[in-house]
């Protein structure tokens, strides 16, 4: 049960990561100051289908994890600052 709810999290965590990277602007990653947009979309994506194919505590889906929280914590929040208070 715990696997199970850990996967699933950690699957939830990286499409987020993914989607996100899609619906932010591609001008706003450089205005922040991190890497490109399709920089981060092929890292999140990777990060996903690791999630997909790969067992839980195998290597490359921990990788993809910690990509994933590299994103959401760092990189998000700085492309949003550059949206000029947009909530989404």
């Known amino acids: 049960m ?3 709810t850990l996967t699933v999290g950690t699957l939830v965590l990286q499409l ?3 989607i996100d990277a899609l619906i932010r602007p591609t001008p ?3 205005a922040a100051g991190k890497l490109t ?3 981060w979309l ?3 994506g990777a990060s996903a289908l690791t999630a ?3 067992p839980l505590l195998h290597m490359f889906r921990l990788a993809g994890l ?3 929280l590299v994103y959401l914590v760092d990189v998000r929040p700085a492309v949003r600052a550059t ?3 947009s909530r989404w």
């Open 37 to 39: 947009k399709p920089a």
């Open 28 to 30: 706003a990653f450089v």
């Open 52 to 54: 997909f194919f790969l």
């Open 66 to 68: 910690v990509a994933s």
């Open 83 to 85: 949206q000029g208070g």
């Open 16 to 18: 987020w990561a993914l």
């Open 42 to 44: 092929a890292l999140t």
């Open 2 to 4: 715990l696997i199970t």
